[in-house]
């Protein structure tokens, strides 16, 4: 899965730390996220979503496996 | 639970350690030795976790923004996954390499039968405590 968070947080102009506090995880948790390392929970992703403003869809772009 | 009656459950805790202590040293008797033993390693125990815990409360109440940070790194999604993972792992290691092995090189070296009765019940607990978790959170998830 892809995922659009680190153009997101950069266009709010955010750093990784205060985003990480404002959801309440780790910085190394939006880290991988943003590397792609890590996929989130749903309950995660509709936080992110919620907190840029946008749906999910916009920022976890899911590609089918082949 | 307030700050205030941790610490006054952690200090009845300490004291509760030191009463087991010297309670500890009142039984002298051989009859009674083992209870000795018993009343000082539980009253030490109790003594030595009841104190870390007022440490750990005393830098939390001087750092709570360190705190609220130890707080998110606990709760925080991505951590757990890593402990439970690392658990898991762990845990596959030793009942399904490190136990058996061991249990083989006992029966090997003619160890007594009860301690190849106790590892092999070990391996049969660690099974059974999978069956029956899977099946718990089969029905719950």
Same mark, same amino acid.
């Not at chain 2, 087991?20 to 009674?32: P, R, S, Y």
């Given at each position: 899965m892809?995922?659009? &968070? =680190?153009?997101? !947080?950069?266009?709010?102009? $955010?750093?990784?730390?205060?985003?990480?506090? *404002?959801?309440?995880?780790?910085?190394?948790?939006?880290?991988? &996220? =943003?590397?792609? !390392?890590?996929?989130?929970? $749903?309950?995660?992703?509709?936080?992110?979503? *919620?907190?840029?403003?946008?749906?999910?869809?916009?920022?976890?772009?899911?590609?089918?496996?082949? | 639970?307030?700050?205030?009656?941790?610490?006054?459950?952690?200090v009845?805790?300490?004291?509760?350690?030191?009463?087991?202590?010297?309670?500890?040293a009142f039984?002298k008797?051989?009859?009674i030795?083992g209870?000795?033993g018993?009343?000082?390693?539980?009253?030490?125990?109790?003594?030595?976790?009841?104190?870390?815990n007022l440490?750990?409360?005393?830098?939390?109440?001087?750092?709570?923004?360190?705190?609220?940070?130890?707080?998110?790194?606990?709760?925080?999604?991505?951590?757990?996954?890593?402990?439970?993972?690392?658990?898991?792992?762990?845990?596959?290691?030793?009942?399904?390499?490190v136990m058996p092995i061991?249990?083989l090189?006992?029966?090997?070296?003619?160890?007594?039968?009860?301690?190849?009765?106790?590892?092999?019940?070990?391996?049969?607990?660690?099974?059974?405590l999978?069956?029956?978790?899977s099946?718990?959170?089969?029905?719950?998830?």
């Amino acid at each position: 899965m892809r995922n659009r &968070l =680190e153009e997101l !947080r950069k266009k709010t102009g $955010i750093t990784q730390e205060a985003l990480a506090d *404002r959801l309440e995880v780790s910085r190394q948790t939006i880290g991988s &996220l =943003e590397s792609g !390392r890590y996929n989130p929970s $749903i309950v995660l992703a509709f936080k992110i979503a *919620r907190f840029f403003g946008v749906n999910i869809e916009d920022i976890f772009i899911y590609e089918e496996e082949n | 639970m307030s700050l205030r009656n941790k610490q006054y459950l952690y200090v009845l805790g300490i004291i509760a350690g030191i009463a087991l202590v010297i309670a500890g040293a009142f039984f002298k008797d051989a009859e009674i030795k083992g209870l000795m033993g018993i009343c000082i390693g539980v009253g030490a125990g109790l003594i030595g976790m009841f104190v870390a815990n007022l440490i750990i409360l005393r830098i939390e109440t001087k750092h709570p923004q360190a705190f609220v940070q130890k707080k998110i790194e606990e709760k925080d999604e991505r951590n757990r996954m890593i402990w439970d993972k690392t658990r898991a792992k762990a845990n596959t290691i030793i009942m399904m390499a490190v136990m058996p092995i061991l249990t083989l090189v006992f029966v090997l070296i003619d160890a007594e039968l009860y301690v190849i009765l106790a590892m092999v019940g070990l391996i049969l607990l660690n099974a059974g405590l999978y069956i029956g978790y899977s099946n718990y959170y089969n029905n719950r998830l």
